[in-house]
């Protein structure tokens, strides 16, 4: 934290945390500061939410405390680069510069279907994807079959359950149960999000199989949202192998 480069900020994703960008920052000289950004909800979650315009003001006043004007980099993972999109939009209206803006397989919520966005089953069905996918194992659960269940604790369980088969993870059921809801806090926070054309460009680097299947658009709905364009770059991994040290070295590049 203590080198004259411009720093690199790395925002978290759905988990709220920001592990899977230790490969990443490894890669950087001593001279050029990597920041991981938490989510405050694992520390204290919120009953109303706000907008994420207005979320984020606690990062960027993080951001500004350590680079008032910038140059800086900024990184999000999925749901971070929805994040990071948000910060980097308003500190360019306090004229820092935002040198890199790195979107991660992260899809413009604008491209979901509508009546889908808030659907509780959706939102179980791919947090057990995540977790699955982190762990380097397929996802085959069915929202339908999660709607069908009567009560919470019964969906929870189901899922608990599928995600220790498929993974073969030691995993307690109250971490589960704890992870689930900051997990859905965030991904409404973003999928509630209409964001604002960016005055500047975007870094988009994505997966040829993204966990966006249903997105047919290769910008993943950031196309028009970014005054200076957006420049394109598909790897050949998925979506959670992005950021792993065997294919990371192509984002290194971009920041």
């Not at 480069?5 to 050029?32: M, S, W």
Request: hydrophobic residues 40%.
């Amino acid at each position: 934290p203590y080198g004259k480069e411009p720093p690199v900020f790395c925002i978290h994703g759905t988990d709220g945390k920001v592990q899977r960008y230790f490969n990443l920052a490894e890669k950087f000289a001593l001279d050029r500061p990597v920041y991981g950004l938490q989510s405050p909800l694992l520390f204290k979650q919120s009953v109303l939410l706000p907008k994420l315009d207005q979320f984020v003001h606690q990062y960027i006043e993080v951001i500004r405390k350590v680079r008032p004007e910038g140059p800086l980099t900024l990184i999000g993972f999925g749901a971070g680069g929805v994040i990071a999109f948000e910060i980097a939009r308003q500190l360019a209206r306090h004229n820092a510069d935002v040198t890199n803006l790195v979107l991660i397989d992260a899809c413009n919520p604008m491209v979901f279907d509508q009546p889908h966005r808030f659907d509780e089953a959706r939102l179980l069905a791919s947090f057990v994807h995540e977790l699955i996918g982190e762990a380097g194992g397929v996802s085959e659960i069915n929202p339908d079959k999660i709607r069908a269940m009567t009560s919470q604790q019964e969906r929870l369980t189901y899922a608990y359950e599928l995600v220790k088969q498929v993974t073969g993870l030691v995993l307690r059921y109250d971490s589960f149960s704890v992870a689930y809801p900051n997990f859905k806090q965030i991904s409404q926070l973003t999928l509630k999000y209409w964001p604002k054309p960016l005055a500047g460009k975007i870094s988009l680097v994505r997966s040829y199989n993204p966990a966006f299947e249903s997105v047919s658009d290769q910008y993943l709905g950031w196309n028009s949202y970014a005054n200076d364009g957006v420049d394109l770059v598909e790897l050949d991994a998925d979506h959670f192998q992005l950021l792993s040290e065997s294919v990371n070295n192509r984002i290194f590049e971009l920041v």
